[in-house]
């Protein structure tokens, strides 16, 4: 699929970013709603997709109760602390994190119920940890 992809929406590119969003959406209708897959029986993708019937109501309402502070992400994925500027994500953008001082300018960042990494103050760095989700997930390559 992703060889397909790849030939298709970018061989040539679009001209600008519109133009290459325009492809991949042309794309997207043909895979999913025209072309049959072997792997589904021939039939098309969109004969097959049924919506959940549980409604998405978005995240709970975050707290973090045991953390000394909490921060929200900016849209440009920061957060601000003591007058410092620290990268952490825009996937996060908007959304609140829980911060507890584990030493002195040492702060572990929690979102729910997962820690993040350390925030030094010195460095303004956020430190990752290893994947919090266990390795049943591994990067695209």
């Given amino acids: 699929m992703h060889l397909t992809l790849k030939r298709e929406t970018t061989r040539p590119p679009g001209v600008n970013s519109l133009q290459q969003q325009a492809r991949f959406d042309d794309f997207t209708t043909e895979f999913n709603a025209e072309r049959p897959h072997e792997a589904l029986g021939m039939k098309r993708p969109a004969d097959l997709y049924a919506p959940s019937s549980k409604p998405f109501s978005g995240l709970p309402d975050l707290a973090y109760p045991l953390h000394d502070r909490e921060c929200l992400v900016t849209a440009c994925g920061r ?49 990752p940890l290893d994947s919090p989700f266990g390795t049943r997930l591994s990067p695209m390559s």
């Fill in 79 to 127: 957060i601000c602390m003591h007058r410092k500027k620290i990268n952490i994500s825009t996937v996060l953008a908007g959304q609140k994190l829980g911060l507890k001082e584990v030493d002195d300018g040492i702060w572990l960042v929690s979102f729910m119920h997962y820690d993040l990494g350390y925030i030094d103050l010195e460095q303004k760095t956020l430190q």
